[in-house]
């Protein structure tokens, strides 16, 4: 079964700094792939950034990055200048591409954007 | 974006009674899924349908059950609602399947149940 960990429940950080957040997962399979998800107050489930495990190179979206480690299996997503909306839960996800469409979350960090 | 609504948005019942909620979609995916979300345990996966009268179990699906009559509906059936599925359920589709896409699951709005 794979498991995805955050181990960060809270974050917070000064306006137009730069965070990371990190995720690690467990997994046996070669092929698949991985999420962050934002969550702001509002409840809506955002999709922010995807990466395909057979891709080396690291997905980017604007201001929101990630590095992915596949020996490591570590997947942080890095937000640049960050943003006063960026204030939100934000939970990393993974699935296999074979069959299992179950989505894996992690248990979400809480990121506090400070003005 | 996929049209996915969920009703009832919030309602509070009490223990021992049965509870409907409702996914409804526009979009004629073939995957739907049910989600709760709880404090420290991120979005766990209720059931899930891959089909038309075709579900799965997730990993707490104790205490409900699932039915898919209709593509664009999904309904999560508590039987006998506990204060242990006080909680916010989502609905979710999947956008793309196959081997060259990744498999983007679309939320809905989420629905905050109450069990007193």
């Known amino acids: 079964a794979q498991t995805v960990t955050q181990s960060q429940p809270e974050m917070s950080v000064q306006e137009a700094e730069t965070v990371t957040l990190s995720c690690t997962y467990d997994?046996?399979?070669?092929?698949?792939?991985l999420f962050w998800y934002k969550q702001p107050p509002s409840r809506q489930m955002i999709l922010v950034i995807r990466?395909?495990?057979?891709?080396?190179q690291n997905a980017t979206e604007n201001r929101f990055s990630v590095n992915f480690q596949k020996a490591a299996k570590s997947f942080s997503l890095k937000i640049s200048d960050s943003q006063l909306g960026d204030t939100a839960m934000y939970f990393c996800?993974?699935?296999?591409?074979?069959?299992?469409?179950?989505?894996?979350f992690g248990t979400g960090t809480r990121l506090t954007i400070i003005p | 974006d996929a049209g996915i609504t969920q009703s009832p948005r919030h309602k509070v019942t009490e223990t021992g009674t049965p509870v409907t909620l409702r996914c409804h979609q526009t979009?004629?995916?073939?995957?739907m899924y049910w989600y709760r979300q709880d404090p420290g345990h991120g979005l766990r996966l209720i059931h899930y349908?891959?089909?038309?009268?075709?579900?799965d179990k997730g990993e707490v699906s104790d205490g409900y059950s699932v039915s898919r009559s209709k593509t664009e509906d999904f309904l999560l059936t508590l039987e006998s609602a506990t204060s242990s599925q006080t909680s916010v359920y989502f609905c979710?589709?999947?956008?793309?399947?196959?081997?060259?896409?990744?498999?983007?699951?679309?939320f809905g709005a989420g629905s905050r149940l109450t069990v007193l």
């Open positions: 979710a589709i999947s956008e793309s399947r196959g081997s060259s896409g990744a498999n983007v699951l679309t």
């Open positions: 997994t046996s399979e070669n092929n698949y792939y």
């Open positions: 990466q395909e495990a057979y891709k080396q």
């Open positions: 996800a993974f699935i296999s591409n074979f069959g299992n469409e179950k989505l894996t």
């Open positions: 979009e004629n995916h073939r995957y």
């Open positions: 349908s891959y089909g038309v009268k075709d579900t």
